[in-house]
């Protein structure tokens, strides 16, 4: 391996671990607290730059190992050939949906001062993240299924084929448990902290709505893309920017959107 391709490994995990433990001062609290509504105060601060800094550590690890993973080909130089496949090519994103999933399952512990309130609240996972999102995550996944079977049935590129299934598996796993967990974490007592953690849950939500999308639409663009190209290689083309849709859909969902939890009235226990 040469060091120009060593390069093109190392620069990228720099990166993602630079965002990931940089600082966060208080005009990007701020910033953050603006869009999920979070209340700033003595208890909260701590609580919101600790939590934020583990999600972004536990998805930086996951983009690390899928990084990885898919520049197996330029790691191994001339043995790369047979890692060179969209199995591998796809693995970055995948890693980094089950470290979005990862980071959700790891703030599912009860928090200091939590109490159960099952039978005195109602929480959706529509409080924390638009419902028309989820479909749009939804859909993509069922556009990359019906998508395998048109390959499978062209006889299409089956390396492909391979890829969009895991795509479809790892993205209906982190949707469907990424969003079971979200409204079903423990409530803490305390008005303030329960409001900081309500929104570090939406925040959740959103990344895991954002990444199954992008799986999705990467799915898509892999399996009707290869069914298109049995017929016309150039008709293809085309299909590639589902990959670049899914990704803008993510980062619109992660960085630009304003959310505030919803509130419902409390029921009777």
Do not use: C, K
Not at 10 to 21: D, Q, S
Not at 29 to 55: K, S
Not at 155 to 180: K, Q
Not at 203 to 218: D, N, S
Request: charge should be positive; glycine fraction near 10%.
């Amino acid at each position: 391996m040469d060091t120009n391709n060593l390069l093109l490994v190392l620069v990228p995990i720099v990166v993602v671990w630079a965002l990931a433990l940089r600082p966060l001062g208080e005009t990007a609290l701020r910033r953050w607290a603006t869009r999920y509504g979070a209340p700033l105060d003595e208890r909260t601060r701590p609580l919101l730059r600790r939590r934020i800094h583990v999600g972004r550590s536990i998805r930086a690890t996951g983009a690390t190992v899928g990084i990885l993973v898919s520049s197996l080909p330029a790691l191994t130089g001339t043995r790369g050939s047979s890692f060179n496949i969209p199995i591998v090519q796809v693995a970055w994103l995948t890693a980094i949906a089950v470290g979005v999933l990862a980071a959700e399952l790891a703030a599912g512990r009860r928090p200091a001062g939590s109490v159960r309130r099952a039978s005195l609240e109602v929480r959706q996972v529509g409080d924390y993240v638009d419902r028309a999102d989820i479909g749009i995550a939804g859909v993509a996944l069922a556009a990359t299924g019906a998508g395998i079977v048109a390959a499978l049935i062209t006889n299409a590129a089956a390396d492909r084929v391979l890829a969009a299934t895991v795509l479809v598996a790892v993205g209906a796993t982190v949707l469907g448990f990424g969003l079971r967990a979200v409204p079903h974490r423990p409530l803490a007592g305390d008005a303030s902290v329960r409001a900081a953690d309500e929104a570090l849950r939406s925040e959740g939500a959103h990344h895991i709505v954002g990444v199954a999308a992008a799986l999705g639409f990467t799915g898509a663009a892999e399996t009707w893309g290869a069914m298109v190209a049995v017929f016309s290689a150039g008709a293809a083309i085309p299909f590639a920017l589902g990959h670049l849709v899914g990704l803008g859909i993510w980062w619109a969902l992660v960085h630009d959107t304003v959310w505030r939890v919803r509130r419902h009235a409390a029921q009777p226990s």
